[in-house]
């Protein structure tokens, strides 16, 4: 949600023709996106890297049997 307020407060900003400016709301956008890609990233395979769920109490459960 606050990559979106951000986006949204920042389109005020977007007919100002300081240079300055304009960098700051290129900045502004692309931070929420450059912090949120590598999370998207790591959480795309859970079972896999350093930062994994080891899946052995799905491997012993009852839904054991349907793999």
Same mark, same amino acid.
């Given at each position: 949600?606050?990559? =979106?307020?951000?986006?949204?407060? *920042?389109? $005020? ?10 960098? /700051?709301? @290129?900045?502004?956008?692309? =931070?929420?996106?450059?912090?949120? *890609?590598? $999370? ?10 350093? /930062?994994? @769920? ?14």
């Amino acid at each position: 949600m606050g990559g =979106a307020l951000v986006i949204l407060l *920042l389109t $005020l900003l977007y007919g100002i023709r300081s240079r300055r400016v304009r960098l /700051l709301f @290129v900045g502004a956008v692309a =931070a929420p996106i450059g912090f949120r *890609l590598p $999370l998207v990233l790591v959480l795309d395979r859970p079972f896999a890297g350093d /930062l994994c @769920v080891p899946p052995t109490p799905f491997e012993q459960s009852a839904l054991a049997r349907f793999w």
